[in-house]
């Protein structure tokens, strides 16, 4: 975080001096009175100057990104990464060497990474939520997702048996539920508790049958 001390005959004259400097308006900053300073007599003997230090408050896309590059720091990985506020979201893209170990089985290390940026976001304000990404993973994910889910609800339609598969989290749960609305032979259910719970295909039973 950027701070800088400054002094004035007022506190006030030191915080703008203070800001000025930082070029940054009031509302992204804290302010700390280090001195209050006093005029002295006649405003001239025994005056002291007024010290304050000022301190520009990170973003939400500041303080994630940081959080992330010490993550990454710790992990032994270098990571560039991209922020951006779009479609009601904070998006945080990393990309790099090694991502492989930031996206984890079936993207384990990636959903837990971004339940601790959303935790970091909202301590500094409430806002958009974050949604974090390594190399695009997240849409190959959801596309292979899809693949698999029309896969099987295939198969589903072809024995009339259910298909259970493996654990997956609510978000990868999601797709499969998505890509299957609609599907005239096959409805999906969630089943188990967490971490457990799964996905299932179920056939439908055809009109008017009980």
Request: charged letters at 30%.
């Amino acid at each position: 975080m950027r701070s800088v001390e400054r002094s004035g005959r007022t506190v006030e004259e030191a915080v703008a001096s203070a800001l000025a400097e930082l070029g940054v308006d009031r509302s992204r900053v804290e302010v700390e009175v280090l001195d209050e300073g006093r005029p002295g007599l006649f405003g001239l003997l025994g005056a002291r100057k007024a010290v304050v230090r000022v301190t520009v408050r990170e973003t939400r896309a500041e303080r994630v990104a940081r959080f992330l590059q010490e993550v990454c720091r710790a992990m032994g990985v270098e990571a560039r990464i991209q922020t951006e506020e779009a479609e009601g979201y904070l998006r945080v893209t990393l990309s790099g060497r090694d991502m492989g170990l930031l996206i984890g089985r079936h993207g384990q290390t990636l959903d837990a990474l971004q339940f601790l940026a959303n935790a970091v976001a909202n301590k500094v304000e409430p806002g958009p939520r974050v949604l974090l990404d390594v190399e695009g993973y997240r849409q190959r994910r959801e596309e292979t997702l899809q693949r698999l889910a029309r896969r099987l609800a295939e198969r589903v339609r072809r024995t009339g048996q259910r298909y259970a598969l493996e654990p997956m989290p609510a978000q990868e749960r999601r797709i499969i539920h998505l890509a299957l609305a609609g599907h005239p032979y096959v409805t999906t259910v969630s089943e188990g508790e967490e971490p457990h719970r799964r996905v299932v295909l179920v056939p439908r039973r055809p009109s008017g049958q009980r």
